[in-house]
């Protein structure tokens, strides 16, 4: 015999059922309605950045590549001249020449011996327990300030004629008569102030030493090898990523030197140009000379080099630089 189906409360046949799919579409409704909630409020906690990066950095950026293409002196309305300053920077300009020569040993010397300068630390505090946290902040502490004019104006005393520095020399029978005004001299002078602000990458370098695992030295040491093997084989791999790391950020710090050199050279780039750097430079033609236009191409040629130095150093990564838990 058959039974009768119910459907609904007390088995009324004509109450209405909620399916399966109904209810499955009513939730995802639901979550659609939040997530879209979600999203309007972090778009809205977003937006103050959104203005300001396009209004301060964007926009900007954007004019001055058109200023590049102009003539002009920040009171006269722009004129358009084509390629004329990019032309005249590479073939009519000796200065022009002389500022990126200056930079480039400045960046090819500079950042190598800083780097090597803050890994050789990074290693000595390493290995020492008591007082290490005074040693990091006194050598970190160089680094929070080298860039300020009073570092500027303190380092030019020290290396000027009858300074500090000029005085010990002569103790020693080295009469140099003052880094600051000799041609051969002031050069290597702005490069030990680079190195000596070598607390940051010092700091990165110490944070991944403390990751490097200690069984691999004492394997190492198991088959004999020794400190420089050590080094050589345990900690520049391990340390390569944090090398690439600190490599590209102070390359394009070193680039963009600029308060030291001007303080230093009175804001001439003397003596004779060498401390003209770059953005040394850039500034003069700018705001000295009023010629905003050919200062934007020098500031868009800088641009696109550091971007071709680091689009080098990214694909030629995979050649030397190891990531924990990669097989190669």
Same mark, same amino acid.
């Given at each position: 015999?058959?039974?009768?189906?119910?459907?609904?409360?007390?088995?009324?046949?004509?109450?209405?059922?909620?399916?399966?799919?109904?209810?499955?579409?009513?939730?995802?409704?639901?979550?659609?309605?939040?997530?879209?909630?979600?999203?309007?409020?972090?778009?809205?906690?977003?937006?103050?950045?959104?203005?300001?990066?396009?209004?301060?950095?964007?926009?900007?950026?954007?004019?001055?590549?058109?200023?590049?293409?102009?003539?002009?002196?920040?009171?006269?309305?722009?004129?358009?001249?084509?390629?004329?300053?990019?032309?005249?920077?590479?073939?009519?300009?000796?200065?022009?020449?002389?500022?990126?020569?200056?930079?480039?040993?400045?960046?090819?010397?500079?950042?190598?011996?800083?780097?090597?300068?803050?890994?050789?630390?990074?290693?000595?505090?390493?290995?020492?327990?008591?007082?290490?946290?005074?040693?990091?902040?006194?050598?970190?502490?160089?680094?929070?300030?080298?860039?300020?004019?009073?570092?500027?104006?303190?380092?030019?005393?020290?290396?000027?004629?009858?300074?500090?520095?000029?005085?010990?020399?002569?103790?020693?029978?080295?009469? #140099?008569?003052?880094? *600051?005004?000799?041609? =051969?001299?002031? &050069?290597?002078?702005?490069?030990?102030?680079? +190195?000596?602000?070598? /607390?940051?990458?010092?700091?990165?370098?110490?944070?991944?030493?403390?990751?490097?695992?200690?069984?691999?030295?004492?394997?190492?040491?198991?088959?004999?090898?020794?400190?420089?093997?050590?080094?050589?084989?345990?900690?520049?791999?391990?340390?390569?990523?944090?090398?690439?790391?600190?490599?590209?950020?102070?390359?394009?710090?070193?680039?963009?030197?600029?308060?030291?050199?001007?303080?230093?050279?009175?804001?001439?780039?003397?003596?004779?140009?060498?401390?003209?750097?770059?953005?040394?430079?850039?500034?003069?033609?700018?705001?000295?000379?009023?010629?905003?236009?050919?200062?934007?191409?020098?500031?868009?040629? #800088?641009?696109?080099? *550091?971007?071709?130095? =680091?689009?080098? &150093?990214?694909?030629?990564?995979?050649?030397? +630089?190891?990531?924990? /838990?990669?097989?190669?």
């Amino acid at each position: 015999m058959t039974q009768p189906t119910t459907s609904g409360p007390a088995g009324d046949s004509s109450a209405p059922a909620v399916s399966p799919p109904l209810r499955r579409a009513s939730v995802s409704t639901g979550r659609q309605r939040a997530n879209r909630r979600e999203n309007v409020a972090g778009y809205g906690f977003l937006l103050p950045w959104l203005i300001g990066f396009l209004g301060l950095t964007l926009g900007p950026m954007i004019y001055s590549l058109y200023l590049s293409f102009t003539k002009y002196n920040l009171f006269a309305a722009p004129k358009f001249v084509g390629f004329d300053n990019y032309i005249r920077m590479f073939t009519e300009d000796p200065q022009y020449m002389q500022s990126v020569q200056i930079t480039l040993v400045y960046v090819l010397v500079g950042t190598p011996v800083k780097l090597a300068a803050a890994l050789g630390i990074a290693m000595l505090l390493n290995y020492r327990n008591k007082g290490s946290g005074f040693f990091r902040s006194s050598f970190y502490a160089p680094s929070l300030i080298g860039a300020s004019v009073s570092v500027a104006i303190v380092w030019r005393a020290m290396f000027s004629g009858g300074g500090p520095v000029d005085t010990s020399l002569s103790f020693f029978g080295i009469n #140099l008569g003052g880094w *600051v005004g000799n041609v =051969a001299l002031v &050069l290597p002078m702005m490069i030990l102030l680079a +190195v000596w602000q070598f /607390g940051a990458p010092m700091v990165i370098f110490l944070a991944g030493l403390k990751q490097v695992p200690q069984e691999l030295y004492e394997a190492a040491e198991v088959d004999g090898a020794g400190p420089f093997r050590k080094f050589r084989s345990v900690t520049l791999p391990m340390l390569s990523s944090v090398i690439f790391f600190n490599l590209l950020l102070e390359t394009i710090h070193a680039f963009q030197v600029f308060a030291s050199a001007y303080i230093i050279s009175n804001g001439s780039g003397g003596p004779a140009g060498m401390t003209n750097f770059y953005t040394v430079y850039l500034y003069k033609r700018g705001f000295a000379d009023g010629q905003m236009g050919y200062a934007a191409a020098m500031a868009w040629v #800088l641009v696109i080099v *550091v971007a071709i130095i =680091a689009f080098i &150093l990214f694909r030629t990564s995979n050649r030397w +630089v190891h990531y924990a /838990g990669e097989s190669k």
